[in-house]
């Protein structure tokens, strides 16, 4: 999609108007004038068979390179100038048709010699019906051969071609011309590919836009609150709009007995309106002030305490089964002492001759009087240990 921000004059909408309709694919004008010249000049397209659509603040021409959709059209070019100039060159690179163009008594008094002389020079059939070179003109057309043209453009850049033709021309301007109108006669090398339907931000009002929910979710103890923001989204507002509401579900998600599943659930159903409004070229054209995107999600202190978390608590339960627990053993001699408190055992060994040493080992079969019997996890071959306590 091609985006042209348009200045808001007569002369550069006409001079984008034709652009646009000599151009591959759809074009869309973000706040084009609007005049009686304008509007002239789209009605004129739109009788040559180009499909033009106005939305609010917005105007969608489909191109043809290869010039008019129709091969018979009448138009009448009203009180403008570049429309009683420009139209005319479009119809003339139609591979075939008749195109009859009148204008406004005023504009019909105005001369059109150096268009006339530099069509008929490409080898243009073009009839003038009343005064030589002025309007009104019919043209046959059978498309425009190549060739080489002298033009006078001091007169008027208007008269500089318009990119309708599939020949290679070689234009020279004898007097370099002042009006950036010149621009015009460079071929578009790039065509603009074609766009559908263009939708402006709801928020913003750039465009282009995507319709799009984005959701959030806040839990509060035992009720869950579903958040949605639609509308048609803009890329840089609807990314501050994904940004801060799954910012804030990351933060305010958790807190409902039901949000351990609907804020992870909310957060993937925002998966698809995140990458439509990520496919968006960067916005043109903004009404009103845009939206900040900020930081991204996982750079935001919510997602960082949330994933500090996480790794805590992912830590606490699998790291211990990671490390191997090594269960200590003991055989009759052993000296111990017993961090739990008796008949609970947690058995270290330690020297018979260290202070710490509480009990020594023997056999189960010599157990007596104030003896532990010790797990059997204790023993190696799962054999009955004693635990005496130590005499001091
Ligand atoms: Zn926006």
Known sequence: MTVIHVPGSKSGTARALVLAAAANGTSTLVRPLRSDDTEGFAEGLTHLGYRVGQEVDLRHIEGRPSG?????????????????????????AAASGTYRFDASAQMRRRPLAPLTEALRTLGVDLRHDAAERHHSLRISASGIRGG??????GESSQYLPSPGSQNSRTVRVP????????????????PPTSYGSVASCHICGAIPAVHAVVRGHRGLVVTLRFLTE??????TCGTATYRRMTSDTLWQGWWGLL????????????IGARSRIRALPHPVGNLRP??????????????LVIMA???????AVVVPKLIPHTQPTFTAGDCIRNHAKWPEQDLEEVGCSSPEAEYWISDGDKCWGRDWLLYL?????KKTLCAHPMSK
Do not use: I, K
């Open 148 to 153: 080489e043209l002298t033009l006078d453009a």
């Open 68 to 92: 008019p959709a129709v091969t018979d059209a009448d138009v009448h070019c009203r009180d403008g100038a570049t429309t009683a100039r420009f139209l005319p060159t479009l119809a003339a």
């Open 290 to 303: 845009q939206l900040a995107p900020g930081r991204r999600v996982l750079a935001r202190p919510p997602a």
């Open 230 to 235: 639609e509308g048609a989204f803009c890329r």
């Open 175 to 190: 007097e370099p011309t002042p009006s950036p109108g010149v621009l015009m006669s460079t071929p578009p090398h790039h």
């Open 259 to 270: 949000s351990v599943f609907a804020a992870p659930v909310t957060m993937v159903m925002n």
């Open 309 to 315: 978390a996480l790794v805590v608590a992912l830590g």
């Open 377 to 381: 996890e204790y023993s190696a071959e």
